[in-house]
């Protein structure tokens, strides 16, 4: 990991590190990182250390995975959280407070802010989507409601970090695991207008609308362009083409193939992020 984030390292540019998990329930794959341990702090360290050592900066992409983990991963082989409304609804509080220590512990170790993994069907879309979302309490019906629970990490997390350190990730259109809404526009707007509408109130200098002012988006990421090309940045800089990237790698149990194998553009100069197993 040392290397494979080290060589996707650029001054100054954004990286935003895999979905990590917040506590011993959030995890919903194997071999999947967490940052709720002393032990995986520390282990962290020096994957900022190297981003950081070529001038990169990185966020944490904090993750719960709700529903979609199974037993096998759940601490006592117990059943996973998710936003039914059969849970017992202490259960969130404490949700809300891992996401909160997980943050703390980023910064802790190095990072220089967090993203919240509120996409892809995993818990916290699990709240938003009113297909996956069947409460009938405070957390469930109307879009006001299901946007409750992201809204109580954002602010929990916010209050301990600083909000201009916390990224917020949804995805209202995407059906990922059946993470389905009936609108999703409405949906999408009604995050961005509560998520803008905290960053008023809790101080910050930009506002989300004069940052937009501009363009049509502040930033831009990219996936598995960015696995198959540890250069991306200086590629696109000079206009250079890209690796293609191979599906059959992603996401398999290896420390070097598919993830740190890629070659750059310019072996001679970036030889010392070779992989070395
Ligand atoms: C192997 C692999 C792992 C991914 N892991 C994550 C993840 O942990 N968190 C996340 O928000 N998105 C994850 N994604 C989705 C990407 O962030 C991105 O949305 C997707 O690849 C589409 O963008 P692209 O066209 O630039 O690849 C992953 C994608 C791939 C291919």
């Known amino acids: 990991m040392v290397v494979y984030y080290g060589q996707r390292a650029t001054q100054g540019g954004l990286l935003i590190a ?56 759940q601490p006592d082989g117990q059943a996973t959280v998710s936003s039914t409304s059969k849970a017992i609804s202490e259960n969130w509080k404490v949700v809300v407070e891992d996401f909160r220590q997980a943050a703390v512990n980023a910064i802790q170790a190095g990072f220089d ?45 916010a ?40 960053q008023e109130d809790l101080g910050s200098k930009l506002s989300g609308v004069e940052a937009l002012e501009n363009g049509v988006a502040d930033l831009i990421g990219y996936g598995r362009l960015f696995i198959s090309n540890p250069d991306l940045v200086y590629r696109f800089k000079i206009n250079a083409p890209l690796n293609p990237y191979n599906r059959e790698t992603f996401y398999i149990n290896d420390p070097v193939i598919g993830y740190t194998d890629y070659p750059f553009l310019d072996e001679k100069t970036h030889s010392s992020l070779k992989p070395t197993n």
């Open 18 to 73: 895999e979905a990590t998990a917040i506590s011993e329930t959030a995890s919903g794959f194997p071999d999947v990182p967490g940052i709720y341990t002393d032990e995986q702090v520390e282990a962290w360290k020096d994957v900022v250390d190297a981003v950081h050592a070529k001038g990169g900066i990185i966020f944490s992409q904090l993750w719960h995975a709700g529903r979609a983990s199974h037993r096998v991963y």
């Open 113 to 157: 802010g967090i993203e919240i993994h509120g996409a892809h069907g995993y818990l916290i879309d699990q709240f938003l989507k009113d297909m996956v979302n069947d409460r009938e309490d405070e957390y469930g019906g109307p879009v006001e409601n299901r946007c409750r629970f992201l809204m109580e990490v954002v602010q929990a997390v």
């Open 159 to 198: 209050e301990a970090i600083g909000i201009d350190r916390v990224a917020v990730r949804i995805s209202p259109v995407f059906d990922y695991i059946d993470g389905v809404d009936s609108d999703p526009h409405k949906l999408g707007l009604e995050v961005v207008k509560r998520l803008n509408k905290l």
